[in-house]
């Protein structure tokens, strides 16, 4: 197991199984927590390392590459291991680019992104009303917030965010087919500018392209 995951897979995956026994303090102390996050970012930029465990806490696949965020709305989500696949939000549709088959699948943002983890990354200030807040807690020098989808037709269940020193640096998402994606934050800035082009796709020539793109509103004159 790479040595930047601070905690055995078997201990994350099962963290908040006693999410029931917090009290209102816990679940108060979250949601602001949550709330300084969203109020006091508005980009991240950096690396990312991520594992898929099944549910007997099995390592089934390891990726990583780089995050570029730009809240509300915008972000670009790259994997560069094992394989090539790049993942953009512009604000109006999701772009989803796999370099090995060639494909291209895109999407209205608005369907792609509702009630899923990306969501509150990159979503606007009242992003918390779609997601109740069980709880927090306290780990190796991580605060732990779960939240829950209030969409019971979530592709995922709970979403784990995990803070160091206020900051995220972990998280924890768990899905509907009892499989766990963990995600390690490597090499981070906050709030420092992202130019505009870095959250705009073009799919190239000659790559099928399923699904078709939302048009930009044509404002009166």
Same mark, same amino acid.
């Given at each position: 197991m790479p040595m930047w995951w601070s905690a055995?897979?078997?201990?994350?995956?099962?963290?908040?199984l006693v999410s029931v026994s917090f009290g209102q303090d816990e679940i108060d102390s979250g949601e602001q927590l949550i709330k300084d996050f969203l109020r006091g970012t508005s980009t991240i930029s950096g690396r990312f390392e991520q594992q898929l465990v099944d549910a007997n806490n099995n390592v089934i696949e390891e990726s990583g590459g780089t995050l570029d965020i730009r809240r509300p709305g915008r972000f670009r989500w790259v994997y560069d291991d094992p394989y090539e696949q790049i993942l953009v939000a512009d604000g109006l549709n999701m772009w989803?680019?796999?370099?090995?088959? !060639?494909?291209?699948? @895109?999407?209205?943002?608005?369907?792609?992104?509702?009630? +899923?983890?990306?969501?509150l990354l990159g979503g606007s200030g009242d992003v918390l009303e779609e997601f109740n807040i069980d709880?927090?807690? !306290?780990?190796?020098? @991580?605060?732990?917030?779960?939240?829950?989808p209030k969409n +019971?037709?979530?592709?995922?269940?709970?979403v784990e965010l995990g803070f160091t020193d206020g900051q995220l640096s972990r998280m924890l998402f768990g899905d509907n087919l009892d499989q766990t994606t963990l995600i390690a934050l490597v090499d981070v800035s906050f709030n420092e500018p992202i130019a505009d082009v870095v959250?705009?796709?073009?799919?190239?020539?000659?790559v099928d392209v399923v699904g078709a793109p939302v048009a930009e509103p044509v404002s009166d004159l």
């Open positions: 055995p897979v078997a201990m994350l995956s099962t963290l908040f989803s680019y796999d370099v090995e088959l !060639e494909q291209v699948m @895109v999407k209205a943002q608005s369907d792609a992104l509702r009630s +899923t983890p990306a969501l709880g927090a807690i !306290e780990y190796r020098g @991580v605060q732990w917030v779960q939240l829950r +019971t037709g979530s592709s995922f269940y709970k959250f705009r796709f073009t799919p190239p020539d000659g």
